[in-house]
């Protein structure tokens, strides 16, 4: 499975693409991130990301896309940046019929470390080690989408299985049958 992660920003939109299975050595793909200038207005940002995307989506060619979930911060500015970023992952992803899916940062955190809340350091240490690279992809960002699409390899398609169970289960059984 190649997965394409995506850690979302407007400034710094990290991309991290690898290929694996759960229990067997991963692959990196490609890593790397797109920018986007803070003196730029918002829709131009935007665009950016969306063209860079793109860009990945056609060159990476992922069987699927894990986005960061965004959660709550004490900015609101921030998370409205990082949401608005994700938002475009997601819809590119979409317009391509590819299946998404969405990581909190502590889910990914244990995925990759064992631990929810290690810090950026710790997730860059353990993705050069899981991909048996020779440095530390930079930036932090880059690393974390790394650390994405990992977590989706080892997580998401057994999330993902059990969900296309779960649909088939219930357009077979007649209306109100099934109770999960």
């Not at 665009?47 to 989506?57: F, H």
């Not at 590119?92 to 064992?114: D, F, I, N, Q, Y």
């Amino acid at each position: 499975m190649r997965v394409m992660g995506v850690d979302p920003g407007l400034t710094r939109c990290g991309l991290g693409a690898v290929e694996g299975r759960p229990g067997a050595p991963l692959s990196l793909v490609a890593v790397g991130v797109v920018r986007t200038g803070a003196d730029e207005e918002l829709g131009a940002r935007l665009v950016g990301i969306e063209a860079g995307i793109e860009q990945w989506l056609d060159e990476v060619r992922p069987d699927a896309v894990a986005v960061e979930r965004v959660f709550s911060q004490h900015n609101v500015r921030t998370v409205m940046g990082t949401a608005q970023a994700a938002g475009i992952a997601v819809l590119c992803a979409a317009r391509r019929g590819l299946p998404v899916a969405l990581h909190t940062p502590s889910e990914v955190k244990a995925a990759v470390t064992g631990s929810g809340s290690a810090d950026k350091k710790q997730i860059g240490l353990m993705v050069t080690r899981l991909l048996r690279l020779t440095e530390m992809p930079k930036p932090a960002d880059a690393a974390d989408a790394l650390a994405l699409a990992i977590c989706h390899v080892w997580r998401g398609g057994a999330q993902h299985r059990v969900a296309e169970a779960v649909a088939r289960a219930r357009s077979r059984a007649p209306r109100g049958d099934v109770k999960l």
